[in-house]
């Protein structure tokens, strides 16, 4: 298993700002995956980010956007950049300690943009 | 490309009633499928995966690649199942490695 903590739980961000969400987990883990849940919507992958390369994006999603870090096996942040009201949303990142058994989520950030 | 489809965004049933929540997908390729469940102001967690075939607080799922479903079925439904249930796809190949790729979910709500 994995234990994820994600920091802020919840944001209330003004237009035009940045919020950088981290990620921890306690176990090294090669692929961490970031989504966003819209409300009343279902999980959307933003991008995958993996250790020593740069992020991949899905289709959508933009680097300039959502500037991934991911300095080692434990740790990455995601920033949602110039935020504007469409960007509340509920982020999470997601790990698979071993392949096959499932991903383990963190709690999430509730992001509102105002 | 690869789709998950839940068709029932809410499902109610009676608490001792047979409950079947639905998923079909579409994938060229062999899927790894998953239920995925989210308890009220708690974290997503797993629930089932298709490769264990196991049963989870009396849910099961079997993959049906005939009919490209994965749905979910417990023959007696308790109160404490009232949760949002996402069926979920991960990609075994090529650039989407790893990825998972979810339905848009289904509130079951149990009715005492």
């Known amino acids: 298993s994995a234990v994820i903590s994600q920091k802020p739980s919840r944001d209330i961000c003004q237009r035009g700002t940045s919020l950088t969400i981290q990620c921890q987990v306690d176990s090294q883990v090669t692929m961490m995956f970031w989504y966003r849940q819209q409300p009343g919507q279902s999980l959307t992958l933003i991008a995958t980010?993996?250790?020593?390369?740069?992020?991949?994006?899905e289709s959508g999603f933009v680097i300039d956007k959502f500037p991934i870090s991911r300095p080692n096996l434990t740790f990455s942040t995601l920033t949602v950049s110039n935020m504007s009201p469409e960007d509340s949303s509920i982020y999470l990142c997601s790990v698979e300690v071993v392949v096959g058994q499932g991903s383990f989520f963190g709690q999430g950030t509730r992001l509102t943009v105002v | 490309a690869q789709r998950v489809t839940q068709p029932e965004k809410l499902l109610s049933v009676f608490k001792g009633a047979p409950v079947e929540l639905k998923c079909n997908y579409s994938y060229s390729g062999s899927p790894e499928l998953f239920w995925y469940v989210q308890y009220s102001r708690q974290r997503l967690q797993l629930l089932l995966r298709h490769i264990s075939r196991e049963s989870i607080k009396g849910f099961t799922a079997d993959l049906n690649k005939g009919e490209t479903s994965f749905h979910l079925k417990k023959p007696f439904a308790q109160e404490e199942d009232s949760a949002m249930y996402y069926c979920?796809?991960?990609?075994?190949?090529?650039?989407?490695?790893?990825?998972?790729?979810f339905g848009r979910g289904t509130q079951l709500t149990v009715w005492p």
């Open positions: 980010a993996n250790q020593g390369s740069e992020a991949t994006y």
């Open positions: 979920a796809l991960k990609s075994s190949r090529g650039s989407t490695l790893g990825r998972l790729y």
